[in-house]
């Protein structure tokens, strides 16, 4: 019998379900070649893993390991439960990210798409590497739609309520 969890970053019991759900058992993180990368950290090893880390957390998004999960989807695939601590991972960088306490890489990042409508800086040596292989230029005109869409979704105000943070 497999139990799937329905993930809200907002319910409490849920979350609460999936770590009691969760054996820790480590087949997630440690079955060697199919591992989670986060578990390559040094801090975690067979009998602490990173999955255990961030299920087992008192409060979970601020917890800063959550930002090491790069969302590979390995922990779901192979977790025996069907605890799927994927999700459980995202909703709480979700909420992180609501409170203000995503990693300063991650703002820098949704900063960067929702300004350039691209995940990294376009320069003009980027430009004149793509021009000398002989690719077409990269399209731009994504990013008004971008930030009309953080506009309307209160994207824009987290990320200028991160600015004020860090000045």
Not at 32 to 38: D, G, S
């Amino acid at each position: 019998m497999v139990i799937r969890v329905n993930y809200d970053a907002d319910d409490n019991l849920s979350i609460e379900k999936v770590s009691e759900i969760c054996l820790k058992c480590g087949v997630c993180c440690v079955v060697k070649e199919h591992a989670c990368h986060a578990q390559l950290d040094s801090q975690f090893h067979p009998q602490y893993t990173y999955v255990y880390d961030c299920l087992g957390a008192e409060s979970p998004s601020y917890n800063p390991n959550i930002w090491l999960c790069v969302s590979c989807h390995k922990c779901e695939e192979l977790c025996p439960y069907g605890v799927s601590p994927i999700r459980f991972i995202e909703s709480m960088k979700a909420k992180a990210f609501e409170e203000g306490l995503a990693h300063p890489v991650i703002f820098g990042e949704v900063t960067n798409v929702v300004s350039t409508a691209f995940a990294f800086p376009l320069t003009a040596s980027s430009r004149r590497h793509r021009q000398q292989m002989g690719l077409s230029p990269l399209d731009e005109s994504g990013a008004d739609d971008l930030k009309k869409i953080a506009d309307k979704t209160g994207l824009s105000i987290k990320i200028r309520q991160y600015r004020g943070k860090k000045q």
